[in-house]
């Protein structure tokens, strides 16, 4: 269902930019659905997803800029990376290609004790990371509520001169997240 979602994402905007009003349209996406404690996660272009687990974070997805792709090949370091002025250039996204690429992924949901923090999800455009560093969305997001730490997400970067689209979604998991499948 996520595939289809997004590949029909695709189809109609590489369709609506045929139209010159629209032929610079595109756009990045990052989505997860849930069944079950499967979680499939999709992306294209620079949004992400994160997993946050107690102050820890880590980044679930891979960019698809020209600057990640010097990093992937050992052209820039991740430091260099985080202020280079090309940062944002894209090298895919949706409506750019009818033969779309797009990363998937799954993890599982495993069970926690009851001392133990559950994860959560952090779906988000480059609007917050580019202005808000990941442990500060690590620390807001295990100190807030989803609704809370979204808005003071926002409110962050908006003070750091967010002009960009902000886009947050925190959700929270029922356990912790793994790649390995639980024991059924």
Same mark, same amino acid.
């Given at each position: 269902?996520?595939?289809?979602?997004?590949?029909?994402a695709n189809r109609?905007?590489?369709?609506?930019?045929?139209?010159p009003a629209f032929s610079k349209m595109g756009t990045t996406v990052v989505a997860?659905?849930?069944? =079950?404690?499967?979680? %499939? &996660?999709?992306?294209v272009g620079d949004s992400r997803a994160y997993l946050v687990r107690g102050q820890s974070i880590d980044q679930l997805t891979h960019d698809h800029?020209?600057?990640q792709q010097l990093v992937d090949e050992g052209k820039l370091t991740r430091e260099e990376s985080l202020d280079h002025p090309q940062g944002h250039v894209l090298t895919r996204c949706l409506?750019?290609?009818? =033969?779309?690429?797009? %990363? &998937?992924?799954?993890?599982?949901?495993?069970?926690?004790?009851?001392?133990?923090?559950?994860?959560?999800?952090?779906?988000?455009?480059?609007?917050?990371?580019?202005?808000?560093?990941?442990q500060e969305i690590a620390e807001m997001?295990?100190?807030?509520?989803?609704?809370?730490?979204c808005a003071?997400?926002?409110?962050?970067?908006?003070?750091?001169?967010g002009d960009d689209n902000i886009s947050i979604i925190v959700i929270p998991v029922s356990g912790r997240l793994s790649e390995e499948q639980p024991d059924t």
């Open positions: 269902a996520l595939r289809t979602a997004v590949e029909e109609v905007i590489v369709l609506r930019r045929q139209n997860v659905i849930e069944n =079950q404690g499967q979680y %499939d &996660f999709a992306s800029t020209y600057v409506g750019a290609s009818p =033969q779309l690429r797009s %990363d &998937f992924s799954r993890y599982w949901c495993w069970p926690v004790g009851p001392e133990d923090e559950c994860d959560k999800i952090v779906l988000c455009s480059d609007g917050l990371y580019s202005l808000v560093e990941d997001v295990s100190r807030f509520s989803p609704q809370e730490s003071q997400l926002t409110e962050l970067a908006k003070e750091r001169g």
